[in-house]
């Protein structure tokens, strides 16, 4: 076992910092006093967590009275292949918390052991002092709740984005949310929707700025960068045509990651965009893409699709500021999750005492937009 005991309880933490720790422990998972508590984390040269947001975690478990418990393992660990660590760690613990890339990985896998089991988005430390890790929780799942209430039985979505995308999405016997395949692993804060089909999708996916593994499996050479526009032409959930000036690089990297996972490389399996307006990413995307894509898709700017396989493939396409309607309701306008606006949201901003007010404009995820950044 590659396991270390730690207590910080000399360690400061930032009253603003200590409200989102508490939405996180408290709010979000009910951490009780005596309850064993794992931290799983990268190794120490990894540099995707602000080094700071693992020790106030643990003074924050520290004072609750709980135990908490130092799990070091790599990123990049197969989900299919769990370290042996990891699966102790998740049979003895009562919450497991991941501040490591792991976390994702295994967020369609139904893994053994009593551990509840949380993927934590805040990267930085700065994140914890933000309406991103401090809006209640409770406000978040309500509010998620309230937006697949308001899609069931939707028979038609629509998206399209400044870069080309027009796409139709017809779901025949209307959206049952109830059989939505929800993730096996929490996201705190709330980051986004399930999954929904595009196996009858049709129409242009315009995809700029870089492709992207899905994050399920690792595999060789998964980022592609992109130089201008890359045009999917989509006839019922699949690619028929790569269109664009990188087209044929384009074309020959899905057969080539087909080929690796003996899948095929023309799916488009499902798609979603972020509901969570206070995401951030500080920097430039591109000069780090796995640690912006790991967050950046939490934010309304930013819908994704799964291709190349099934459930949920291993390639990802990005499209920005999008506008998406359900049976010509739009619910996101130009990259703005608009849906947070509506009239039957008043509700929950009262009972949970938010305002409004800050979810109004967009945050810079590192990505050029339609509009600057506020």
């Given at each position: 076992?590659?396991?270390?005991r730690y207590?910080f309880?000399?360690?400061?933490i930032?009253?603003?910092?200590?409200?989102a720790?508490?939405?996180?422990l408290?709010?979000?998972?009910?951490?009780?006093k005596?309850?064993d508590?794992?931290?799983?984390v990268?190794?120490a040269d990894a540099h995707?967590?602000?080094?700071?947001?693992a020790p106030w975690?643990i003074?924050?478990?520290?004072a609750?009275?709980a135990k908490a418990?130092i799990?070091e393992?790599?990123?990049?660990?197969?989900?299919d292949?769990m370290p042996?660590?990891?699966?102790?760690?998740?049979?003895?613990?009562d919450h497991?918390?991941f501040?490591s890339?792991l976390?994702?990985?295994i967020?369609?896998?139904?893994?053994?052991?009593?551990?509840?089991?949380?993927?934590?988005?805040?990267?930085d430390?700065?994140?914890?002092?933000?309406?991103?890790?401090r809006?209640p929780?409770g406000?978040?799942?309500?509010?998620h709740?309230a937006?697949?209430?308001?899609?069931?039985g939707?028979?038609?979505?629509?998206l399209?984005c400044?870069a080309?995308?027009a796409?139709q999405?017809d779901?025949?016997?209307?959206?049952?949310?109830s059989?939505f395949a929800?993730?096996?692993?929490l996201?705190f804060p709330?980051?986004i929707?399930?999954?929904?089909?595009?196996r009858a999708?049709?129409?242009t996916?315009?995809?700029t700025?870089?492709l992207?593994?899905t994050?399920?499996?690792?595999?060789?050479d998964?980022v592609?960068?992109?130089?201008?526009t890359?045009?999917?032409?989509?006839a019922?959930?699949?690619?028929a045509?790569?269109?664009g000036d990188?087209?044929?690089?384009?074309?020959?990297?899905?057969?080539?990651?087909?080929?690796?996972?003996?899948?095929?490389p023309l799916t488009?399996d499902?798609w979603?965009?972020?509901?969570?307006p206070?995401?951030t990413?500080?920097?430039k995307?591109?000069?780090?893409?796995?640690?912006?894509?790991?967050?950046?898709?939490g934010s309304?700017?930013?819908?994704?699709f799964?291709m190349c396989g099934?459930g949920?493939?291993?390639?990802c396409g990005q499209v920005f500021?999008?506008?998406?309607?359900?049976?010509g309701h739009?619910?996101?306008r130009d990259?703005?999750f608009?849906?947070l606006?509506a009239?039957e949201?008043?509700p929950?901003y009262?009972?949970?005492?938010v305002d409004?007010?800050?979810?109004?404009g967009?945050?810079d995820i590192?990505?050029p937009?339609?509009?600057?950044?506020?």
């Amino acid at each position: 076992m590659h396991e270390r005991r730690y207590s910080f309880r000399m360690t400061r933490i930032p009253a603003l910092a200590a409200e989102a720790l508490e939405n996180l422990l408290g709010a979000a998972l009910g951490v009780a006093k005596g309850d064993d508590v794992a931290v799983l984390v990268e190794p120490a040269d990894a540099h995707h967590y602000d080094p700071r947001v693992a020790p106030w975690l643990i003074a924050a478990i520290d004072a609750r009275g709980a135990k908490a418990r130092i799990v070091e393992t790599a990123p990049d660990a197969d989900p299919d292949d769990m370290p042996e660590n990891v699966s102790q760690a998740l049979a003895r613990a009562d919450h497991a918390i991941f501040l490591s890339r792991l976390g994702d990985r295994i967020r369609f896998k139904k893994l053994a052991g009593k551990a509840s089991r949380t993927m934590c988005y805040l990267l930085d430390a700065a994140d914890l002092e933000t309406p991103f890790a401090r809006v209640p929780y409770g406000f978040q799942q309500d509010a998620h709740r309230a937006f697949l209430n308001a899609i069931a039985g939707a028979r038609k979505a629509t998206l399209v984005c400044p870069a080309g995308s027009a796409l139709q999405f017809d779901f025949a016997d209307g959206l049952d949310v109830s059989r939505f395949a929800n993730f096996t692993v929490l996201n705190f804060p709330v980051m986004i929707f399930p999954a929904l089909s595009a196996r009858a999708a049709s129409g242009t996916l315009a995809l700029t700025h870089a492709l992207t593994s899905t994050y399920t499996h690792p595999y060789p050479d998964d980022v592609q960068p992109l130089d201008g526009t890359v045009e999917l032409s989509i006839a019922n959930g699949a690619i028929a045509k790569f269109g664009g000036d990188q087209a044929e690089r384009i074309e020959r990297h899905f057969a080539r990651v087909g080929a690796h996972f003996g899948v095929d490389p023309l799916t488009v399996d499902s798609w979603h965009a972020g509901i969570n307006p206070g995401t951030t990413f500080r920097g430039k995307a591109l000069d780090d893409i796995h640690r912006w894509a790991s967050v950046a898709f939490g934010s309304p700017r930013y819908a994704h699709f799964h291709m190349c396989g099934r459930g949920p493939g291993e390639i990802c396409g990005q499209v920005f500021d999008p506008t998406i309607a359900f049976d010509g309701h739009e619910f996101w306008r130009d990259g703005e999750f608009v849906f947070l606006a509506a009239p039957e949201m008043a509700p929950l901003y009262e009972r949970y005492g938010v305002d409004p007010a800050i979810f109004k404009g967009r945050a810079d995820i590192g990505v050029p937009g339609l509009r600057p950044a506020v």
